[in-house]
């Protein structure tokens, strides 16, 4: 079982646009790129880079899809904070 992992994400207020980011990302788009433009959350001005993380310090939904969700793959991922685009990068 990982104990830790790494991952980029997007963070926006509404699901339409996290869902268009997400088409963006599968037809070739750049996920830093739209992290930039896109997320409200401050790890959006490195490119959306949340670095390396332990189980259980994100919230439940966000924690799920990082420790049981398919690698650079982008999910979305409903929480407290809003639609989230989240591609994990690697588990150790």
Request: charged letters at 25%.
């Amino acid at each position: 079982m990982a104990k830790t992992a790494a991952a980029l994400h997007i963070l926006v207020k509404h699901q339409t646009l996290a869902e268009d980011i997400i088409k963006k990302l599968n037809n070739g788009a750049k996920f830093d790129v739209l992290a930039k433009r896109y997320s409200s959350c401050p790890s959006g001005k490195k490119g959306g880079s949340l670095g390396e993380f332990k189980k259980g310090q994100m919230v439940p939904a966000f924690d799920k899809v990082c420790f049981t969700g398919e690698l650079l793959t982008p999910h979305l991922v409903k929480t407290k904070f809003g639609w989230h685009v989240v591609k994990v990068l690697y588990r150790t």
